[in-house]
């Protein structure tokens, strides 16, 4: 009896394959169905389906028949009755976007969305009316196309983001707090009033031991005491590989001395305690200290060149989001460029504009006292993690990384945290500890959702 239905299962076995192409069919007549939704690619990897997609959007959602945009947005289907996750990266997708999974839906086991930014390219309207990059927009965009898809799937949502895509997820769920069930926001920075920075000045005075600290201190202050032959040395790079200044920071010097201010902040946003010991001497060579800032923040990225992708960030910062403003007390006498470490210093000029202090206060105030449903992770150190957002009392949580830099993530967190998470995350999508298993694949890479580089 047993060998009987051995092969009876064999025998059902040999048809299944039929189904997931019904099933295939049905889910692209569903997305061709949404108005304003286009397919531009699809695969089918064993175990879920990736598409690249395009969504009509209205350049201002304040007047909808003043223009639209095609938004770039990605989507890695399993099945219509799974969790969504709506990963929102605050930037733009890979120019070919490939399949990859956050945490968020490693642990849940479920579809996810992923959204391209209003205003990174291509997902820019044109002409481009920098006034209609706020929160409040691109909130609206990501409201549209989760109202879009929630015709296709019944499961529960929720949205995550590292770094600009968390405070991205958190700006959502401010204005939009009916459209997902709950927010799990990586290292978000909340810079609430932004000229009051006295935990990022706090940070750089505690973080690591004092002989790192000093040590960063110094291999800083050596760089500009060198400044002739340092700019020379970026000059020549600058030469050969086509990199331009004017556009966006202005020249060549003023490019050096923000590297040299970004450099401390680069190491412990990527880097860790344990790379102390790779901070140069006082007495390395010019080509030496030249080398190593350049493995830590990059020479090329304040060029006209290196900036290009990061425009819209820096537009929204000066604008809305608020940036680090740090004093420098260390390097008083060797800098030249007072307010060189705020976003208006390496924006063209027509991008240039004044801080709006209002959107983060009211953001702030929001998410300590009305809130629900968010889960903040944070590394201890990690700059961006100075200033955090506080979460409400209504089934809301903080969590800390020790050790952990700007890749602070749940599986970072101390045992007994990162099960805590896991289980409130599982808990708002109504899954099941097997049933995030059962859907789980080995085969799709982690995404962090974090640039390459320095911006939030």
Not at 110 to 121: G, L, P
Not at 281 to 300: H, M, N, Q
Request: overall charge neutral; some cysteine.
């Amino acid at each position: 009896m047993r060998r009987l239905l051995v092969a009876a299962v064999s025998a059902l076995a040999l048809l299944a394959p039929a189904a997931p192409a019904a099933a295939a069919d049905d889910l692209v007549d569903r997305l061709n169905a949404i108005p304003g939704l286009t397919i531009v690619s699809q695969s089918e990897p064993q175990g879920y389906r990736f598409f690249v997609l395009e969504y009509r959007q209205p350049a201002d959602h304040r007047h909808p028949g003043q223009g639209t945009f095609a938004q770039r947005l990605t989507l890695l289907h399993r099945t219509t009755d799974a969790p969504v996750v709506l990963a929102t990266g605050g930037y733009g997708l890979p120019a070919q976007p490939r399949p990859s999974q956050t945490e968020p839906t490693a642990l849940l086991g479920a579809n996810q969305v992923s959204v391209e930014h209003r205003f990174f390219t291509p997902s820019r309207p044109q002409p481009a009316d920098w006034s209609d990059l706020t929160i409040w927009q691109e909130a609206s965009d990501e409201h549209r196309i989760v109202q879009a898809l929630k015709s296709i799937y019944s499961g529960r949502w929720i949205q995550t983001g590292a770094s600009k895509g968390g405070m991205t997820s958190v700006y959502h769920r401010r204005f939009y707090p009916g459209d997902v069930d709950g927010v799990v926001a990586y290292v978000a920075p909340d810079d609430v009033v932004n000229p009051l920075d006295g935990a990022y000045e706090h940070f750089f005075a505690t973080v690591g031991d004092g002989s790192c600290r000093t040590a960063l201190r110094n291999l800083q202050q050596e760089a500009l005491r060198r400044r002739d032959r340092l700019v020379a040395l970026l000059e020549a790079e600058a030469a050969a590989n086509g990199y331009t200044f004017a556009g966006t920071i202005g020249t060549v010097d003023r490019s050096f001395e923000l590297t040299v201010l970004d450099t401390p902040w680069a190491f412990w946003q990527y880097s860790s305690a344990a790379d102390c010991p790779s901070v140069p001497s006082v007495t390395a060579t010019d080509e030496e200290l030249y080398a190593w800032i350049d493995g830590i923040a990059g020479w090329s990225f304040y060029t006209d060149q290196g900036l290009a992708p990061y425009l819209p960030y820096y537009r929204q910062a000066a604008a809305q989001l608020g940036w680090p403003d740090l004093k420098f007390r260390h390097l008083r006498g060797l800098t030249r460029y007072p307010g060189l470490y705020a976003p208006n210093a390496v924006l063209p000029a027509d991008l240039k504009t004044r801080h709006n202090p209002v959107p983060m206060l009211d953001v702030d105030h929001w998410v300590r006292t009305r809130s629900e449903r968010m889960l903040f992770v944070y590394g201890q150190n990690d700059p961006w993690s100075s200033e955090r957002f506080t979460p409400s009392a209504r089934d809301s949580h903080l969590y800390v990384a020790p050790g952990a830099n700007h890749g602070a993530n749940i599986s970072r967190l101390s045992p007994a945290d990162a099960a805590a998470a896991t289980a409130t995350l599982r808990r708002w999508a109504g899954v099941s500890d097997t049933a995030a298993q059962s859907r789980r694949s080995a085969t799709l890479p982690l995404d962090d959702m974090l640039p390459l580089r320095r911006p939030a």
